[in-house]
């Protein structure tokens, strides 16, 4: 079992694509979700997997991820009747910030016009670059979260 502590923020510029170090598209479906957890498949890139995230507590929530076979996820995305709602399309962007990397999720669909950065920390006090392009900070604002934006797209605000 593994602990992620994540900060969200939104971005003030669009300086950070000058630094950019890769790019992959990700599509998720969210299988279950309620105030206890989240269940979700994810295509990032070439890779696949299954994702079960815990209630957040701060900054930090419980997170099991395993791989699992592209076909997995495909036969998921084809049976409908399981997705509590539409797939999120984004494009992540990783940003290099000293020894830890931003990633910057660009959102696609009914989601465009939204980019948030996402920093995953090793502890929730550890301090980190805050590029001039860092925005404010949307950890605690439940609107940025994929399974709310799976809900209410960025698009309908």
Known sequence: MTIETERKYLLASDSWRADVQSSS??????????????????RYGDESFLTIKGRRSGASRVEIETAVPAEFVDDVIAASELHIAPAIEKTRHLVPAGELVFEIDEYAGA?????????????????????????????DDERYGNVY?????????
Not at 25 to 42: G, H, K, S
Not at 117 to 130: C, G, S, Y
Not at 149 to 157: A, I, M, N
């Open 111 to 139: 989601n465009a016009g939204l980019v948030v950065a996402e920093i995953e920390l090793p502890a929730a006090d550890t301090e980190f670059p805050r590029p001039d392009w860092l925005g404010a900070e949307v950890t």
């Open 25 to 42: 598209p990700i599509v998720q479906l969210y299988l279950a979700a309620n105030d206890r957890c989240q269940v979700r498949v994810r």
């Open 149 to 157: 934006l799976t809900r209410f797209p960025f698009t309908s605000w």
